[in-house]
């Protein structure tokens, strides 16, 4: 897994959810600087903040993980 990729993609979802940095550090009870370093690829979440990430951008793991290129809504089968 390319950590860069997941950043890009973690960013994207964030942006198209209209949320800033520090809103979705907020929202997920991190530091700005955490999901700064996330987006910057320069640190990876682990699995519980991976998934809540996913639950709060409303995308799939395997969106932000590359797995897939469909930005598909977080909990749907379509």
């Known amino acids: 897994m390319d950590v860069k990729n997941f950043g890009r993609r973690m960013a994207k979802a964030r942006k198209k959810k209209h949320l ?3 809103q979705l550090a907020n929202r997920i009870y991190v530091s700005l600087g955490t999901v700064s370093n996330y987006e910057r690829g ?8 991976l998934n809540t990430l996913c639950k709060e951008l409303d995308v799939s793991v395997d969106y932000l ?7 598909r809504t977080y909990g749907t089968n379509y």
């Open 42 to 49: 320069l640190s990876f979440p682990d699995l519980s903040m």
């Open 65 to 71: 993980l590359g797995l897939t290129d469909k930005g």
């Open 20 to 22: 800033t940095q520090i």
